[in-house]
């Protein structure tokens, strides 16, 4: 499988900011209602820690970060119209899944790396790796902290989980928790194999001052026919 990332940066950004696309966008980034209302719910929480000894400095600076956000403005900005033109934190991905769950909860393997992300036959390779270790009950001494890390399988929504360098073959590769609907995946099929992956197409924020686990913006699934034109694979069906 090969990614014209350019094509790819573009197609996604076309489509969010497209009328079909603004449900997608919507569960990347909060509305100015839910911010205000979210500030307004944290007062009371805060007044009550500032009440309490041990939690007092916690409330005081949570309250202090509510009043900041009024005073600002920040808390009425509309974060989805600020991310489209800051183009620049929209970062597709192409993910190859590992687990799915019978709610559709799963966990995919991918990369904000644009090189590590051009070797689709490791994250494929990789992911099925780590299904095979995710289903073992034993595992050997060398998987166990990647095996520990695969069972803590208690869906989290925007959690992100760098894959530790004994198991990352040496890319830069990462666990994100999300929610899968496999209509809109797409099935490679490995020619000298014949093993299947699935793949999905992504996008979230990323935010390159923070830590990969410091980032918990949603990543949300988009249609596959969205990134079409920027994977080519003779094998992808």
Same mark, same amino acid.
């Given at each position: 499988?090969?990614?014209?990332?350019?094509?790819?940066?573009?197609?996604? &950004?076309? =489509?969010?900011?497209?009328?079909?696309?603004?449900?997608?966008?919507?569960? /990347? *980034?909060?509305?100015?209602?839910?911010? !205000?209302? #979210? %500030?307004?719910? /944290?007062?009371?929480?805060?007044?009550?820690?500032?009440?309490? &000894?041990?939690?007092?400095?916690?409330?005081?600076?949570?309250?202090?970060?509510?009043?900041?956000?009024?005073?600002?403005?920040? !808390?009425?900005?509309?974060?989805?119209?600020?991310?489209?033109?800051?183009? *620049?934190? &929209?970062?597709?991905?192409?993910?190859?899944?590992?687990? &799915?769950?019978?709610?559709?909860?799963?966990?995919?393997?991918?990369?904000?790396?644009?090189? %590590?992300?051009?070797?689709? +036959?490791?994250?494929?390779?990789?992911?099925?790796?780590?299904?095979?270790? =995710?289903?073992?009950?034993?595992?050997?001494?060398?998987?166990? *902290? /990647?095996?520990?890390?695969?069972?803590?399988?208690? =869906? %989290?929504?925007?959690?992100?989980?760098?894959?530790?360098?004994?198991?990352?073959?040496?890319?830069?590769?990462?666990?994100?928790?999300?929610?899968?609907?496999? +209509?809109?995946?797409?099935?490679?099929?490995? #020619?000298?194999?014949?093993?299947?992956?699935?793949?999905?197409?992504?996008?979230?924020?990323? +935010?390159?001052?923070?830590? !990969?686990?410091?980032?918990?913006? #949603?990543?949300?699934?988009?249609?596959?026919?969205?990134?079409? #034109?920027?994977?080519?694979?003779?094998?992808?069906?």
């Amino acid at each position: 499988m090969v990614i014209d990332q350019n094509l790819l940066d573009s197609s996604v &950004i076309q =489509y969010l900011k497209s009328d079909r696309g603004q449900a997608h966008l919507a569960e /990347m *980034e909060n509305s100015i209602l839910f911010n !205000v209302i #979210g %500030s307004l719910i /944290m007062i009371p929480i805060a007044l009550l820690l500032i009440c309490t &000894i041990f939690l007092a400095k916690i409330g005081a600076l949570m309250l202090w970060g509510v009043i900041q956000s009024f005073l600002t403005g920040e !808390v009425f900005r509309d974060q989805r119209k600020l991310l489209l033109k800051n183009e *620049e934190r &929209i970062r597709p991905l192409i993910l190859s899944t590992i687990i &799915i769950g019978p709610d559709g909860h799963g966990l995919v393997l991918g990369t904000f790396s644009k090189t %590590s992300q051009q070797k689709t +036959d490791v994250l494929s390779r990789k992911a099925r790796e780590f299904a095979d270790m =995710y289903a073992e009950s034993f595992p050997s001494s060398t998987d166990e *902290e /990647m095996s520990e890390m695969l069972k803590e399988d208690s =869906y %989290s929504p925007g959690r992100r989980r760098v894959v530790p360098e004994s198991h990352s073959a040496g890319e830069s590769l990462i666990l994100f928790d999300m929610e899968l609907n496999l +209509d809109e995946a797409k099935l490679s099929h490995d #020619g000298q194999t014949q093993e299947v992956s699935g793949w999905v197409a992504g996008v979230t924020t990323f +935010d390159p001052e923070k830590k !990969v686990e410091e980032q918990r913006d #949603g990543i949300v699934q988009i249609p596959w026919e969205v990134v079409a #034109g920027a994977v080519t694979d003779s094998d992808l069906e």
